[in-house]
């Protein structure tokens, strides 16, 4: 029975470890009202045994050990590095896991566009888990099937959010030794609801439906990079980070799930073996290897990360990094961000049919971007007026 003193509204950050230790199967996992998964217990099957509470791992902290070591990186294949958002250390990573038979977990689409943990063996399907998805991704029955296949003697890569890998360490109880786990620097996870509407919205003015998403498209550079969209009539949405709506409400922390305003997991020290990050910084500390195309900052916490990174060492360009002087440009490695006035008025109001348009209304422009759409506005305007002009002339 999750104990009564603990707002899960407020402090749950939807880990599933106490969904996946439950022995009577009593948790299930069900959005709230603003669309964030959360456990709900069914006080008629549950036994008291008390196993939820402890594998929580807001409700039981553990220190975290090692000094980290950092390492700027980038993928030495080109389009490996492209498709993913940063420096493309993640599939080089479980490549080498699979090519030792292993399995890989991560955040990928569904058909319906919502985002959840999956498990890849082979090489040819490790792209469905590259780029980060901005959205919460659902964990399922993943880390009971990532114990079962570490019980039998296999590989297994997890990698997910500071607090999803705090939840599977507490779900695991130990460390196993074939066990690799990789967290990344996180700003926060925003609403699948609200990504539901957003999709909506798009899909409504295309006229049709979405066959492919990417929220960090680098056409424009990694630095500014963009929201892109394809569609099913050949159509493609692309805007850069300051303009698209859905962007701009996740940069500006006006979407983001309850507890990532206070999380608990952030610091240099982390749970995981592996942390994985974009190096903002590169330009200032290491101009002569930024390219625009992706740098990762990567920070080594165990000798299990150790031994993996130095596998990886042939298909990687590598620059060692001082930590601190690395986290300064990366401010979301340490502190949690600060909540929008209009987050909770937002999430509320928003819908498929106003999306747009309230985000542009809540969350602001820069004033080159805002110039540059307003002319845009009466440039289309003027266009149309002529075009009906040259209409009744004729
Ligand atoms: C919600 C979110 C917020 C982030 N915020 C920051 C930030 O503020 N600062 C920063 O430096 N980096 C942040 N990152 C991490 C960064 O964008 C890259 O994902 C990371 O550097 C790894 O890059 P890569 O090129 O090696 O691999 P990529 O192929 O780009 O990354 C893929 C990895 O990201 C994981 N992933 C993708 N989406 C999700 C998701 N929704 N939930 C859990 N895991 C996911 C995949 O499972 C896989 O492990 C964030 C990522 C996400 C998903």
Same mark, same amino acid.
């Given at each position: ?43 008629? @099957? ?301 999430? @509320? ?46």
């Amino acid at each position: 029975m999750i104990d009564q003193s603990f707002n899960i509204n407020e402090n749950c950050t939807g880990c599933y470890a106490c969904y996946s230790v439950c022995p009577q199967s009593c948790i299930s996992m069900l959005a709230n009202e603003e669309g964030f998964i959360s456990p709900s217990v069914n006080s008629i @099957k549950c036994v008291r045994c008390g196993k939820c509470m402890s594998v929580c791992p807001i409700l039981n902290p553990d220190e975290r050990e090692f000094e980290p070591s950092a390492i700027a990186c980038q993928n030495r294949i080109n389009s490996s590095r492209i498709k993913s958002s940063s420096g493309g250390v993640f599939v080089a990573l479980s490549e080498r896991i699979i090519e030792l038979e292993g399995v890989v977990y991560g955040a990928a689409f569904n058909s319906n566009f919502e985002v959840e943990h999956k498990s890849v063996d082979s090489h040819e399907n490790i792209h469905i888990l590259q780029g980060s998805k901005y959205v919460q991704s659902k964990i399922g029955d993943s880390f009971i099937h990532a114990k079962e296949q570490l019980s039998s003697g296999k590989h297994v890569l997890f990698s997910g959010t500071p607090c999803q890998i705090a939840g599977l360490m507490k779900y695991l109880g130990k460390k196993y030794e074939r066990l690799l786990t990789i967290d990344i620097v996180c700003h926060g996870v925003p609403s699948p609801a609200v990504f539901k509407k957003y999709i909506e919205a798009r899909e409504r003015l295309a006229r049709s439906r979405v066959t492919e998403i990417s929220f960090r498209d680098k056409k424009m550079g990694w630095k500014n990079f963009s929201m892109r969209i394809c569609f099913e009539n050949k159509r493609v949405y692309c805007r850069s980070k300051d303009q698209d709506p859905y962007l701009k409400s996740f940069l500006q922390n006006g979407t983001l799930r309850r507890s990532c305003y206070a999380c608990r997991f952030k610091g240099e020290k982390r749970h995981s073996d592996i942390t994985l990050a974009d190096f903002w910084g590169v330009q200032n500390l290491m101009p002569d290897i930024d390219d625009d195309k992706g740098t990762s900052l990567v920070l080594l916490h165990s000798p299990t990360g150790k031994q993996m990174f130095e596998s990886i060492a042939g298909d990687i360009f590598s620059n060692p990094a001082d930590v601190s002087e690395a986290l300064k440009y990366n401010s979301a490695a340490l502190n949690s961000v600060k909540r929008s006035p209009f987050r909770d008025q937002f999430i @509320k109001e928003v819908t498929n049919d106003n999306f747009i348009k309230l985000a542009h209304k809540y969350f602001s422009e820069s004033p080159n971007i805002r110039i540059r759409r307003r002319l845009l506005m009466v440039i289309k305007k003027l266009r149309l007026e002529k075009l009906v002009r040259k209409i009744r002339k004729k």
